[in-house]
């Protein structure tokens, strides 16, 4: 009875814990936005957990709840746009809980969620941009602009910075104005790619911990990426290399993408390492936060994700525990 929300007294679902943390989770960034803001990034979490956990049915039901709770609330704090967006998550929640049900694995998974999340915001800012009247790409690139032209404004209005400093300040702001247009495509698709990972990745953890038998992945540091996909970083090589003009913008773009999706593969390979090793919890932490703050430190996981299509360092690991044994 407890895990079917369609059969339990309507006062009872409307007000249960699931339909309430449901309520809280989608009322907090439309409540204080600045500080819970990027809360609408993970909101595919709770939709997740809640369908694999109670069924489609018993899940829909404690959702729709929880969602028209914490849309009473935005009314009132004249946050509606904010509300909406976040609804944008729901079907990437409901895309990752098909993938489950159909037992696909997490590459599988991770493509039909970036599909469905991708034709999921393409839609809404479509429709916001014919109810706003504007083109919300080409606002972009000027909010962009505009703000790349204010900082320059900042730093030039300090009167400590010698001449030669704001030059070549001015020589990178410039460039990075006729760069972002060329890139920008592909930074959104790396931010539909990383928004998928981390509600795959949050949602499965907490799935693992709290009702493992719901799992529908094992443990992330097992997760692997096709062979075949090892063409893509190549391809994207290749044509910023040899490509001009609108042909290596596209090798750009494509090697942005390539590289977030091959530094998901070289974290699991990294993480399985450290799991191989027994590396104590508090200095996973530490080198965890020496790789973000090291920039080729993401370079590295790529790298060493790509390596892993030939190496295979978790089947070595295996191995080794087998002759152990």
């Known amino acids: ?23 809280g989770v989608y009322f907090l960034p439309v409540l204080i936005p600045p500080l819970f803001g990027w809360m609408n990034m993970v909101l595919a979490v709770p939709v997740f957990y809640v369908l694999r956990v109670f069924g489609i049915r018993g899940g829909t039901t404690f959702l729709r ?23 944008t998550m729901l079907p990437l929640g409901y895309s ?17 969620g970036v599909l469905t999340l991708a034709a999921t915001w393409l839609l809404f800012w479509s429709v916001y941009g014919m109810a706003a009247g504007v083109n919300p790409y080409s606002h972009l690139l000027e909010l ?62 907490l799935l693992l911990q709290r009702t493992p038998e719901k799992a529908p992945w094992s443990g992330y540091s097992r997760w692997q990426l096709p062979e075949q996909l090892v ?59 020496l790789l973000v703050i090291q920039s080729y430190g993401l370079i590295m996981l790529a790298v060493l994700g790509i390596a892993d299509v030939w190496i295979n360092f978790r089947r070595i690991g295996i191995r080794d525990q087998a002759g152990d044994d």
């Open 144 to 205: 962009l602009d505009a703000g790349f032209t204010q900082t320059f404004e900042v730093y030039k209005s300090n009167a400590d910075l010698p001449a030669d400093v704001l030059l070549e300040l001015n020589q990178v702001i410039s460039e990075l104005k006729l760069l972002i247009p060329r890139i920008l495509p592909g930074v959104l698709a790396c931010m539909v790619l990383m928004t998928v990972w981390m509600n795959m990745v949050a949602g499965n953890t």
């Open 96 to 112: 990752l809980d098909r993938s489950a049900t159909l037992g696909e694995g997490p590459a599988r998974a991770g493509a039909r």
């Open 1 to 23: 009875m407890a895990a079917d929300g369609s059969k339990q007294p309507w006062g009872a679902t409307f007000f249960s814990a699931p339909t309430l943390i449901v309520a």
């Open 231 to 289: 063409w893509l970083p190549i391809i994207a090589l290749a044509l910023t290399i040899i490509g001009q003009g609108r042909i290596r913008d596209i090798g750009l773009c494509l090697l942005l993408v390539a590289g977030l999706v091959y530094f998901f593969q070289g974290l699991a390979v990294f993480i399985h390492l450290l799991e191989r090793w027994n590396v104590p919890r508090y200095l996973r932490v530490f080198l965890y936060l």
């Open 65 to 87: 709840n929880g969602l028209l709770l914490a849309a009473l609330g935005a009314l009132p704090l004249n946050q509606t746009g904010v509300f909406l967006f976040s609804l």
